[in-house]
């Protein structure tokens, strides 16, 4: 909450915020934390803490809290992001013989309005001066 305080507070007003968090739900509990990171070790140890993870009503809440607006017209402003092919990425790890973990991610990532469950983006905005 403090960053984002202060990030309001260095914003021009009418200014965007760009951001992109891990949800805090047991997907991703399982696929990010537990799997890519503790498992495959693709992150370094102690990267996440997955208790810090927050969910998109508890983002929202503390965006509206820090004074900034997430209403838009566009509702593709705020998206969850889904790995493209997960079975093609989990083949792309097995054919690398589990030693290439990037492999997983190789299919890229692309835009779900409807799923948040494990990674999500979106813009808040500063209120211009009036």
Known sequence: RAALSEIHRVLKPGGVLVFDTISRTLW?????WLITQEILNIM???AHDWRLFITPIELRAALADAG????TD?????AGL???SPVKG???LAGSGFKDPLALFSYGF???????SAQYCGVAFKPPRV
């Open 28 to 32: 991703s509990y399982t696929t990010v």
């Open 44 to 46: 370094p140890p102690n």
């Open 68 to 71: 900034f607006s997430t209403v």
């Open 74 to 78: 566009d509702e593709a402003a705020w």
């Open 82 to 84: 889904v790995l493209k």
């Open 90 to 92: 989990i083949f792309a």
């Open 110 to 116: 692309v835009e779900d309005p409807n799923d948040f």
